[in-house]
Nanobody, 123 residues
């Protein structure tokens, strides 16, 4: 069992930065696939970034070169550094964990979810 809690969302202007955090408790999450997803009302949840159990990362094309996913094992915390934010990045952001060897972009493959944190980017 893993419990996840996101924080760090907020409102910023276009071009600004935010860092999201996801605190994990319960089982050691280092053996899990960890991902960040986002969702806007009326649209499907989409994958943003992921980090595999071996530490390799992957990004959606829309955020590549702007977002960075990382984890700090000592704090059991997952991060998403978001730079050069755009209005189209506005969404509810969720972190997710799944006992998988590699991280898929399919939300249903993940077992554990946080409650989400809202990111709003104004133009």
């Amino acid at each position: 069992q893993v419990q996840l809690a996101e924080s760090g969302g907020g409102s910023v202007q276009s071009g600004g930065s935010l860092r999201l955090s996801c605190a994990a408790s319960g089982d050691s999450y280092s053996t899990y696939c960890m991902g960040w997803f986002r969702q806007v009302p009326g649209k499907e949840r989409e994958g943003v970034a992921s980090i595999n159990p071996d530490g390799t990362t992957d990004y959606a094309e829309s955020v590549r070169e702007r977002f960075t996913i990382s984890q700090e094992d000592a704090k059991n915390t997952l991060y998403l550094q978001m730079n050069r934010l755009k209005p189209e990045d506005t969404a509810m952001y969720y972190c997710a964990a799944g006992y998988l060897f590699t991280c898929p972009w399919t939300p249903s493959r993940y077992t554990y979810w946080g409650q989400g944190t809202q990111v709003t980017v104004s133009s």
